[in-house]
């Protein structure tokens, strides 16, 4: 399950937690997490179920769409979309010092 998966899991957990407890003012914490672990539960066999989950013959597409050489456009791509203005990476080197040497910096890149 992927980062935005979880979080809209748990934002539904929440939700139905939230509407347990205003429609019982007087309710117990048992009932609440009883209520949290059933709409859990819930929630995950939906998306076991979900329909646009990868299956095993998209993985290995994607696998095998590894195996390609890298394009010197997508390098430069990705050169281009690095951030101005943050922090430097582990490096130290900021995005702003790639980004005018992207045409040589892509092709040396695309020989690694």
């Known amino acids: 399950m992927d980062n935005s998966a979880s979080l809209k899991l748990l934002a539904s957990i929440q939700r139905h937690h939230n509407r347990k407890e205003k429609s019982s003012h007087l309710g117990s914490n048992a009932t609440s997490l009883a209520a949290t672990r059933d709409a859990f539960r819930a929630s995950c066999q939906s998306s076991i179920n979900d329909p646009k989950l990868p299956t095993i013959t998209d993985i290995k597409i994607?696998?095998?769409?590894?195996?390609?050489?890298?394009?010197?456009?997508?390098?430069?791509?990705?050169?281009?979309?690095?951030?101005?203005?943050?922090?430097?990476?582990?490096?130290?080197?900021?995005?702003e010092l790639f980004k005018p040497i992207s045409t040589d910096l892509s092709s040396t890149l695309q020989i690694l």
Not at 67 to 79: F, G, L, N, S
């Open 62 to 95: 994607k696998l095998i769409a590894l195996d390609k050489p890298v394009e010197e456009r997508w390098i430069k791509e990705a050169i281009s979309k690095l951030p101005n203005g943050k922090a430097a990476g582990s490096d130290g080197l900021p995005a």
